[in-house]
């Protein structure tokens, strides 16, 4: 169990150098403060030993599950009210998640509403890996005759279209083109 002051000193070593490889116990001691490295030295040691600094090739790093949002193990129900417990079961980064860290997964910004069924909505941020190949339903970013287009992947019996998630909006069958450049994974919207 940690002290306040340890906590506040692994909050602040989070803060300050994230997910880098942290600097000497000299410079946290400068960076922080501190008249001895020594100091720095104590709480590294508690630090290690609850798991929370890894050591890897010489070099210690704040552990990566400290990272992210938390992620309470009772859920919330989206219809009626419940009573939901405050148990935490670990903490979720979302570029781990999402992989996007990854040089082949990126992200875009929608707009217009022909995805509002598949609850994808204006302004909304779409995550997508890239990748040619999409299997039948999959949302995909592709090429077709003469832009790009978010939609559903449709492939039945040999036949391709791209369906949009919106009735007012009709169905796109390619005339000559038509090239997946990714598949969605994931969306985000600001409240």
């Not at 082949?104 to 609850?119: E, L, Q, R, W």
């Not at 190949?133 to 090429?143: E, P, R, S, T």
Request: include cysteine; glycine fraction near 8%.
């Amino acid at each position: 169990m940690l002290s306040g002051k340890q906590k506040t000193f692994f909050e602040n070593l989070k803060n300050a150098y994230g997910r880098e490889p942290l600097p000497s116990y000299e410079k946290i001691a400068q960076d922080f403060g501190f008249k001895h490295k020594n100091s720095v030295w104590q709480y590294f040691k508690k630090l290690k030993e609850s798991d929370l600094i890894k050591e890897k090739n010489g070099k210690f790093f704040i552990n990566p599950e400290c990272f992210g949002a938390i992620l309470f193990t009772s859920s919330v129900r989206a219809g009626f009210a419940t009573v939901a417990e405050d148990s935490i079961e670990k903490r979720v980064s979302l570029d781990e998640s999402f992989d996007l860290n990854n040089p082949s997964v990126f992200m875009f910004t929608v707009s217009g509403d022909s995805m509002v069924n598949a609850g994808i909505y204006d302004g909304d941020k779409v995550i997508v890996k890239k990748t040619p190949q999409a299997k039948d339903g999959d949302i995909v970013l592709a090429f077709v005759d003469n832009g790009y287009t978010l939609k559903t992947y449709r492939n039945k019996n040999g036949k391709v279209w791209l369906q949009p998630e919106n009735p007012d909006y009709p169905i796109i069958e390619p005339k000559e083109v038509l090239t997946i450049f990714g598949v969605a994974t994931g969306i985000s919207r600001k409240l």
